[in-house]
């Protein structure tokens, strides 16, 4: 690939880029600053990009530096609305007896790979993610998409282990409902 | 008596199921769950949801 057609190519990420760092910022401005952040180091480090992997999974690796980047220059507000929200107390009373045994039985969500193969159910999941409350969704994304452990999540966001082990179980209870109501919701239960 | 002490409840079990994606789980906490998950099908279920979820959002971005 010539330098003008890379140029190119890494342009057309651009809106991917963004929807991924919006997703995990939570912030527009912010997801903003990350991406062009990281298309100026794209280009910069262009002849670093020997086609050995593929552009766009060598490009969300360098987002992935600017989204942290990103969260040290915010520390101040991420962790304040992390305070706030690792105070709220959720018990899911609606799913558990009073005895802690649970009242309803989850559907058979079947074959991973099958959904995985669906460009549709990505939509429905990262609305899921999208409708989460802003401080959990950025915890679950460092989790499960930037891949920290929790120690330095625990850093990032400024709260204890206990309170962010709980973020994490929140959000993925959440997530869990939301998709069940909008994409598995169709399907037959067993 | 010792079934007592090894026995959780769903509610637990769902807390375990969560954190064992995050951190490692003392042994005991690991026996519970196990045994936990032996007798409720409802739990197993949400443990394959939980790492479904966890996979998919891994793929978000391809």
Redesign the interface.
Same mark, same amino acid.
């Not at chain 2, 409840?9 to 637990?12: E, L, N, P, S, V």
């Not at chain 2, 479904?52 to 391809?62: E, L, M, N």
């Given at each position: 690939m010539d330098s003008r057609n890379l140029q190119q190519a890494v342009a057309e990420l651009r809106p991917t880029l963004l929807r991924i760092a919006r997703l995990q910022l939570r912030n527009d401005t912010w997801a903003e600053d990350a991406v062009s952040e990281t298309l100026i180091s794209a280009l910069e480090s262009a002849d670093r990009f020997a086609g050995q992997s593929q552009l766009k999974t060598w490009v969300v690796g360098i987002l992935k530096h600017k989204i942290i980047d990103q969260f040290r220059r915010s520390g101040r507000e991420v962790s304040i609305e992390a305070a706030a929200e690792a105070a709220q107390v959720e018990t899911f009373d609606e799913l558990f007896a009073d005895d802690g045994h649970r009242l309803n039985r989850p559907r058979d969500w079947g074959d991973p790979e099958a959904t995985y193969s669906r460009i549709q159910f990505f939509e429905v999941l990262q609305m899921c993610v999208e409708e989460l409350p802003a401080a959990l969704a950025r915890v679950f994304m460092m989790r499960e998409w930037l891949e920290l452990d929790t120690a330095q999540i625990c850093k990032e966001a400024s709260v204890s282990s206990t309170n962010c082990f709980v973020m994490l179980h929140r959000a993925r209870m959440r997530l869990r409902e939301c998709l069940e109501q909008r994409w598995f919701a169709g399907e037959p239960t067993l | 008596m010792i079934f007592g002490w090894l026995r959780i409840?769903?509610?637990?079990a769902?807390?375990l199921l969560?954190?064992r994606?995050?951190?490692g789980l003392k042994p005991w906490e690991v026996v519970r769950l196990r045994l936990h998950l032996t007798v409720c099908d409802?739990?197993s279920? #949400?443990a /394959?949801?939980?790492r479904?979820?966890?996979?998919? #959002?891994? /793929?978000?971005?391809?």
């Open positions: - | 409840t769903c509610r637990q769902h807390v969560s954190e994606l995050d951190r409802v739990c279920r #949400v /394959r949801q939980f479904f979820i966890s996979d998919a #959002v891994r /793929r978000i971005d391809t």
